[in-house]
T-cell receptor, first 115, second 114 residues
Framework: AQSVSQHNHHVILSEAASLELGCNYSYGGTVNLFWYVQYPGQHLQLLLKYFSGDPLVKGIKGFEAEFIKSKFSFNLRKPSVQWSDTAEYFCAVNAGSSGTYKYIFGTGTRLKVLA | ETGVTQSPTHLIKTRGQQVTLRCSSQSGHNTVSWYQQALGQGPQFIFQYYREEENGRGNFPPRFSGLQFPNYSSELNVNALELDDSALYLC?????????????FGPGTRLTVT
């Protein structure tokens, strides 16, 4: 069965620190990959997505992610976090099996950035 | 452009009751997906609707059912509520030009079953 693993459940950083959140998935076929962010009290928002092409994708708010096919990974990075990045981050995979484009989400990583 | 909207925002029900949650898709979006997000977990796929037909289902029992209307809005119905059904229910809509590869989420309905 397809699954998504997010290694870090809680991360605490100081402002200006660098961020890397891990995401690994299990699926042997073609996948579409996403990172979503959920700010406190707000709905899920798309940070970035990978469908094909350049494995290094840039998203909103200075986030980027790298798809490494051989490692089944899609890690999220940001060189310098801000207090406003405090949120929960979800990695998701969309494998489009049988024409059903469901997302499989990881369990999320709660990021707290200290001012 | 109005995004995905859901109603109600919060709901409290008693075990054994039935509930209907509603979702209005983003303008022009013709595919709607429903997810359940339990506390501390990522969203789990319930089912998806396309052109008023169910287009795939996750590991949820038949007491979870849905509808999609000609205007692409959708309902999620849950019968015989159980305590474990307490969760945030998310609706997501997708534009036709991307299939359902891109999903835009609503704010969710928080259901509490007592």
């Amino acid at each position: 069965a397809q699954s998504v693993s997010q290694h870090n459940h809680h991360v605490i950083l100081s402002e200006a620190a660098s961020l890397e959140l891990g995401c690994n998935y299990s699926y042997g076929g073609t996948v579409n990959l996403f990172w979503y962010v959920q700010y406190p009290g707000q709905h899920l928002q798309l940070l970035l997505k990978y469908f094909s092409g350049d494995p290094l994708v840039k998203g909103i708010k200075g986030f980027e992610a790298e798809f490494i096919k051989s490692k089944f990974s899609f890690n999220l990075r940001k060189p310098s976090v801000q207090w406003s990045d405090t949120a929960e981050y979800f990695c998701a995979v969309n494998a489009g099996s049988s024409g059903t484009y469901k997302y499989i989400f990881g369990t999320g990583t709660r990021l707290k950035v200290l001012a | 452009e109005t995004g995905v909207t859901q109603s109600p925002t919060h709901l409290i029900k008693t075990r054994g009751q039935q509930v209907t949650l509603r979702c209005s898709s983003q303008s022009g979006h013709n595919t709607v997906s429903w997810y359940q997000q339990a506390l501390g977990q990522g969203p789990q796929f319930i089912f998806q609707y396309y052109r008023e037909e169910e287009n795939g289902r996750g590991n949820f029992p038949p007491r979870f059912s849905g509808l999609q209307f000609p205007n692409y809005s959708s309902e999620l119905n849950v019968n015989a509520l159980e305590l474990d059904d307490s969760a945030l229910y998310l609706c997501a809509s997708s534009p036709p030009q991307t299939g359902a590869y891109e999903q835009y989420f609503g704010p969710g309905t928080r259901l509490t079953v007592t």
